[in-house]
């Protein structure tokens, strides 16, 4: 692959094929990628920039299932040094038993102040699907 012909999606299925499916197919909770690292394999000129921003874009995560982690290296971003790690997105911590049912609850606890609220709201509701049902 010539450095004039490499696209930001050449260098996102590189990291993917090179870094992410080997992490994942391993089962390590995270991932780094050095820049400079893919860069060289790659074998790139003057191209830091490009690899830097294919490997944080939304389109890289989302296609990977990752969460960008941290990023580490030089203030510019710009930089051989720099090091993103990631950690997918759909997969619980380690040690996490908790039933699908266990995460999910609660989740809309703050959505009513009382009791009192919630049950006149669900008697509001059917009230109004009746309504509605009669009228048809």
Known sequence: MTTNTVSANDIR????????????????DSVSIRVGDV????????????????????????????????????????SSTVVYTYRWRSVE?????MSLFDRMRGLAKD???????????VRRDRESFYRREEQS
Request: proline share 7%.
């Open 39 to 78: 860069h060289r394999e790659m074998k790139l000129t003057s191209l830091m920039p490009a690899v830097c921003s294919a490997l944080k874009t939304g389109i890289f995560l989302e296609e990977n299932d990752l969460k960008l982690e941290s990023q580490q290296g030089p203030p510019s971003g710009q």
């Open 93 to 97: 911590p380690r040690g996490s038993s």
């Open 13 to 28: 299925r590189f990291a993917r094929d090179r870094y992410i499916l080997p992490a994942k197919k391993s089962g390590a």
């Open 111 to 121: 959505l009513f102040s009382s009791a009192d609220e919630w049950e006149e709201s």
